[in-house]
């Protein structure tokens, strides 16, 4: 009897602890609501203050008249007094109904549907979801003026050098078998508040700079600390020259865009729009090889040479792109000489096309 006695007491607490717990949720879950009532007012607020900014930079800029800025103003205003009645009714339904339902009730949610604690599919069964796959704390917070993005970059093109005191045409290496390829990230961020004209770009980049040299010659490291260009003693296939590079590249990139907003963001889009680069970048060399393939007594040889060849280890120049929307025209030129106490200076030159992907 007694122990019979002792198992009703437990279950009874139990029962009044989960009460207790259910109650405490019930009440978070008002006062949230509550919190949530003030907080849209502060944001619908904040947005258009951010809209009237904007009217009032186009105003200045001259896009707009008077008259224009000053009826775009009253219809931001409307529409966010609007928002503010409209979202605070949606809240306000919600009270009620957890109310009115002392917080369990049924609430039909839709396929993969996001939250704070995980993926939910099928019907919440007072307010617990039915089935959750657990995330680590995912929470996407969207946030209204985004002022900087990323992108993958890639770039490909023709490469060659420019030695000193010649011209491009007297250049020892083939025009459209020289080429280069270049892959990175880069961050591109607004500069001012109420314009997106004018963006810094910055982000790191994988080079590859290739040169294939004419009249069957191939690069030899001298036991002077030259480099220089030899005839090959047999027939060459192929001679290739290639210089890896971590550059990390900087620049200034300027054009127009097209402002989108809405009732959460306010978005700048680049999309079909002119775009202009200014800028260069600065890195070290990774590694130099050269790749040559021959006949030699009837066989098949393919040599490749992993080596210093005495190129700089530093790496700086300048770079400038243009063009729409993500296909740029895209060209290179590295000030550091590409072979350390050459008797004639040689600089790396890319010419070719880059995709903001």
Not at 114 to 143: C, H, M, S, Y
Not at 145 to 168: C, P, Q
Not at 211 to 220: A, I, M
Not at 314 to 333: C, E, F, Q
Request: charge should be positive; aromatic fraction near 10%; proline fraction near 2%.
């Amino acid at each position: 009897m007694r122990t019979i006695t002792m198992y009703l007491l437990g279950l009874v607490t139990l029962l009044m602890i989960q009460n207790l717990s259910a109650q405490e949720e019930y009440e978070n879950k008002i006062e949230i609501l509550k919190e949530q009532k003030a907080k849209i007012t502060q944001q619908e607020k904040e947005a258009l203050k951010y809209e009237v900014e904007n009217i009032n930079q186009r105003l200045q800029d001259g896009n707009l008249t008077e008259e224009e800025a000053n009826l775009l103003k009253q219809k931001a205003a409307e529409k966010r007094a609007l928002n503010i009645e409209n979202r605070i009714a949606i809240v306000d339904n919600q009270i009620n109904l957890l109310e009115r339902n002392q917080g369990k009730m049924l609430v039909l949610m839709e396929l993969d549907t996001l939250t704070g604690q995980g993926i939910r599919l099928g019907v919440d069964i007072n307010g617990k979801p039915a089935i959750l796959f657990k995330t680590n704390n995912w929470k996407r917070e969207i946030v209204y003026d985004r002022r900087t993005y990323s992108d993958f970059v890639m770039a490909v093109g023709l490469n060659n050098a420019i030695v000193e005191g010649k011209s491009l045409n007297d250049s020892p290496y083939k025009i459209g078998g020289s080429r280069f390829f270049e892959m990175g990230w880069q961050w591109r961020r607004r500069l001012f508040k109420n314009s997106n004209f004018v963006r810094l770009n910055y982000g790191f980049s994988f080079q590859f700079n290739g040169l294939k040299p004419k009249d069957n010659q191939y690069f030899v490291a001298l036991d002077n600390g030259q480099t220089e260009l030899q005839e090959f003693e047999f027939d060459l296939n192929k001679s290739k020259f290639r210089m890896d590079n971590l550059v990390f590249p900087m620049h200034f990139e300027f054009g127009p865009s097209k402002l989108k907003t809405t009732e959460e963001t306010m978005r700048y889009s680049l999309r079909n729009q002119f775009r202009l680069g200014l800028g260069g970048y600065a890195g070290f060399n990774m590694g130099t090889r050269q790749k040559l393939k021959y006949d030699r007594n009837g066989d098949n040889v393919n040599d490749k040479l992993k080596r210093g060849y005495n190129t700089n280890d530093l790496v700086y120049g300048l770079s400038a792109y243009a063009g729409v929307d993500g296909v740029l025209l895209y060209v290179k030129y590295d000030l550091n000489p590409i072979f350390k106490n050459a008797a004639v200076n040689q600089r790396n030159v890319s010419l070719g096309l880059r995709f903001d992907l």
